[in-house]
């Protein structure tokens, strides 16, 4: 029977806990005895609280965890990215980790994993919104701001929140075979595979807070202007500088490069009609500065993995 180890605290996001448990416990009803998933929580001994004050309470106690378990999965905390957590915590991953098969997190539980030093040269996933911080924090890790799940030999990181539900299923899919994770993901009604990555979840580019400085300058223009050809020698002469220095002005007060942030914005415009406008996808494509659909097909499955019609078709807001 292949032990499963979900680690949990006091204020884990609690789909980070129940998400991944449902789909092992589902795939039982699918599978041999014998092949059936033991999922044994571990946390402090005393009952304590989810993010969302639902009352929970481990299995066993960190201490007690001595044992090998197949895989060991951190869950996640909205208070992860900014707290360390207690040696206690620390010492437990560690020892788990190092007996186990696999071993990864849900969430921001890699950064627990990050704090055990367990990242270091790995690549690596968190949630959309703690990516960035993640990298900074653990430099030596490679985070992909994207992916919804990633594994690196024997670990394995998800996105945020419903995410684990995904990593879950790929974990059942790699054990059991595809017929068995697609009847698990039938059961609880979610999909199989997500189609592409964070990114069409992540908020658009947001104005710069001061409204009069030269960034926010370009950026009204930009999105003024987002149907014209918006060269790096248009924004710097809008900008009154040379083609050099924009550049480099841009890159260090943007961190990204001018053409990025126009290819950007115009699919942040596209991404905004798609959602709350009947638009073809023709005059989408146009009034955003794609020039065609083919192009904006393009620009969507490099920065969003999915094509305009399956972006509209999951996200669009009732007329």
């Not at 481990?58 to 197949?70: G, I, L, N, P």
């Not at 992860?80 to 915590?89: H, I, K």
């Not at 924004?235 to 009154?240: I, P, Q, S």
Request: glycine share 8%; with cysteine; charged share 20%.
């Amino acid at each position: 029977m292949p032990s499963v180890a979900i680690l949990v605290f006091p204020n884990v996001q609690a789909l980070d806990v129940s998400g991944p448990m449902d789909v092992f416990e589902e795939t039982n009803a699918f599978v041999s005895s014998e092949r059936r998933y033991d999922v044994t929580l571990i946390g402090p001994p005393e009952l304590f609280r989810a993010s969302n004050g639902m009352p929970m309470a481990a299995h066993t106690s960190y201490e007690a965890a001595t044992r090998k378990f197949d895989l060991v999965l951190v869950a996640g905390g909205p208070a992860l990215p900014s707290e360390a957590p207690d040696d206690v915590v620390l010492s437990c991953v560690r020892r788990l980790a190092a007996l186990a098969t696999c071993y990864g997190s849900i969430c921001t539980g890699a950064f627990i994993l990050g704090h055990a030093g367990l990242l270091d040269g790995k690549h690596v996933t968190t949630h959309w919104q703690n990516a960035d911080a993640l990298a900074q924090q653990f430099p030596l890790a490679e985070v992909d701001r994207d992916r919804i799940y990633i594994r690196d030999g024997a670990l394995l990181t998800s996105a945020g929140v419903t995410a684990g539900i995904d990593l879950a299923l790929a974990i059942v899919n790699g054990d059991h075979g595809s017929a068995v994770a697609l009847a698990v993901a039938k059961r609880l009604v979610v999909v199989a595979q997500r189609q592409g990555g964070q990114s069409q979840f992540s908020p658009y580019i947001a104005a710069p807070p001061d409204d009069s400085s030269p960034l926010a300058l370009i950026y009204r223009f930009v999105m003024s202007n987002l149907n014209g050809k918006l060269s790096v020698s248009e924004l710097a002469d809008h900008a009154g500088m040379s083609r050099r220095n924009f550049a480099r002005f841009f890159l260090q007060e943007a961190k990204t490069t001018p053409g990025d942030f126009v290819e950007q914005a115009r699919v942040d415009a596209a991404r905004n009609l798609l959602e709350g406008s009947p638009l073809a996808l023709k005059e989408i494509a146009y009034q955003c500065g794609f020039g065609t659909p083919h192009r904006m097909r393009q620009v969507f499955a490099k920065r969003l993995g999915v094509t305009p019609g399956q972006y509209r078709a999951s996200f669009r807001r009732p007329l």
